[in-house]
């Protein structure tokens, strides 16, 4: 009977995992055979998700199928994230993270600080913006999709959110790198710093850095930027949980409110996946170094299958019709976020040259 109720959530998951492959296919065929790159600087999420909503849209999903979907968006998820915090070793950042991180502090604070400021002005909801400003000031889909389950946000939104997050985190991924050029004179910390902070995907800042490494011949920026967009995503363990406070504290009363009800167990998967790599690091690297490389590789590929199988799962259960009522409003909110995390950034920098040279 258990073994009944366990097989009832495969086809759902058998179903995002052959659209993730699938996914991966047009990625790698996109990004490597007709772009040229030997790493595509697309994000099979995205693509993913696309597919996921145009089959959503064009075909009924059949039922027995929406009871693995809601599983994966919500269980394979969290554990994807889990998974996820076995690529931070902050350890290795502390004396770049000096810099890194009061720059991007302060750019997490002041994109938040507009999105507060707009969302009255636009009368956005308040689950949306929260959405948008983690995606904004984090790590972009990734930070939405661990976010929406504390929040109670529904998929409709979290599509949105991610939508909007994609669209501006590409553009910012393709103007940033040569605008970043002409404005630090070719200063591989400066801009990796950038690109880094100001870029809401993983993928994007990496891609980011890979036209900036193959226009200019620069590889430490490259390095830069994903160093620093790492240290960013490791902010994730703080706004989680503060954004799971704040939300639930304004729809909760007073005297029923308790964290331990609204706190995001995962996040300590994710905090004990940092731990276990630097442990591993420090006590493996030695003897068993190239099994220990072995494993850390694949918990990474797993996280990014996992991630990617949800945003399968989200765009399946997304309805178009429900985006469009929800209009245009969200996109000037992101597009504005996007914006103000590339000017803070800029001028943050430029007090922080006076201490760096």
Partial sequence: MLLKNYLIFLPGIIFTFILYSLSQGFNNIIGIELLGYNKSPISTA????????????????????????DFTQKYILKFGIICLGIQLKPFEFLEFGKIAIPLITICIICVLIVIKLLIKKLKVSTRMAYLISIGSTVCGSTAIMATAPVIKANKNEVSYAIANITLFGILS???YPYFANIYFDNDPMLIGLFLGTSIHETSQVA??????????????????????????????????????????????KKKNY????????????????????NIGDQIFISTFNDHW???????????????????????????LKDLKIMGFKPFIVGFIAMVTAGIVCVLCLEIFINFLY
């Fill in 46 to 69: 995205m693509i993913a998700i696309l597919i996921g909503i145009f089959i959503g849209n064009i075909f009924k999903i059949k039922k027995f199928f929406i009871i693995g979907l």
């Fill in 173 to 175: 991924m393709l103007i």
């Fill in 207 to 252: 891609a980011a850095g890979l036209i900036y490494d193959q226009q200019f011949n620069s590889p430490e920026t490259l390095n830069f930027a994903t160093v620093t967009k790492l240290i960013r995503n490791a902010f994730l363990v703080i706004m989680i949980p503060l954004f799971a406070f704040v939300y639930n504290r304004g729809m909760t």
């Fill in 258 to 277: 308790s964290i331990l009800g609204i706190f995001p167990y995962f996040i300590l998967g994710f905090i004990g996946m940092i731990i276990i790599r």
């Fill in 293 to 319: 490389v072995y494993a850390v590789n694949s918990i990474e590929t797993f996280s990014k299958i996992f991630l990617s199988m949800a945003m399968t799962a989200i765009g399946l259960s997304t309805n």
